[in-house]
Each structure stands twice: as C-alpha cells, then as structure tokens.
C-alpha cells in the first residue's frame, strides 16, 4: 500500500509560479512511477505530467510543456510539479498519482494505469 498527500496548491496571479508536493508513505517509493493528473470543475480528470522511477524519463501533456516540470527526490519519498507562468486555465484540483513500475523507462499517461490517488490540492489562478 502507498499512501499519497499532496500539498503546495493555493491561490496566485496569472504569470505566478506554485510547487506542488506529493509525499509517498512506504520504503519503496523508488519502484512507483509517479503522476500528476488534474481536474478543472465540469471537466474530466487529465493528464499533466509523470516520471519514471529513477527521474530519467518524464512526460507532459501538450498544454505545460515548457511551463511545468515534473521532479522527485527518491530520498524523501516525495515528487513535486514545479508549476510557472501559471495561466487562469490551469485552475483545476491537481492530483498525484503512483503505480509500481516494471521497467524503469515506465512513465504512463493514463489514469487507469495508476493505482494510487491522493486526495488533490487546489490551484487557482486568478487572471
């Protein structure tokens, strides 16, 4: 069992920046691949960003490219989505995601490849 907390959300300007925290339970948090997925309300949950278990690999959706970057700290059981030039559309409940990985490249898109959930932080960006 992992147990995920994320923390980190809050209210900023558009154009500001916010780090998002998401620290795992557990002594093998190094074997998951780790997810970030948010959801704005009226709207499916979608994908932001993963990495694989070592940080090697990592992936984005379309709309943070070059904005958001995904990291984590194998040491401290923790992953972060660094978040800037914050624009009002990212407003969502963001959520971090973990799923114990087979190969170490194993970075998923997709929230039904994610077996753990924690329970969302809220972002608002105010225009």
């Known amino acids: 069992q992992v147990q995920l907390v994320e923390s980190g959300g809050g209210l900023v300007q558009a154009g500001g920046s916010l780090r998002l925290s998401c620290a795992a339970s557990?002594?093998?948090?190094?074997?998951?691949?780790m997810g970030w997925f948010r959801q704005a309300p009226g709207k499916e949950r979608e994908f932001v960003a993963s990495i694989s278990t070592s940080g090697g690999n990592t992936d984005y959706t379309d709309s943070v490219k070059g904005r958001f970057t995904i990291s984590r700290d194998n040491a401290k059981n923790t992953a972060y989505l660094q978040m800037n030039s914050l624009k009002p559309e990212d407003t969502a409940v963001y959520y971090c995601?973990?799923?114990?990985?087979?190969?170490?490249?194993?970075?998923?898109?997709?929230?039904?490849?994610?077996?753990?959930w924690g329970q969302g932080t809220q972002v608002t960006v105010s225009s």
């Open positions: 995601a973990a799923r114990y990985a087979f190969s170490g490249t194993y970075c998923p898109k997709s929230e039904y490849e994610y077996t753990y």
């Open positions: 557990g002594r093998t948090f190094s074997t998951y691949a």
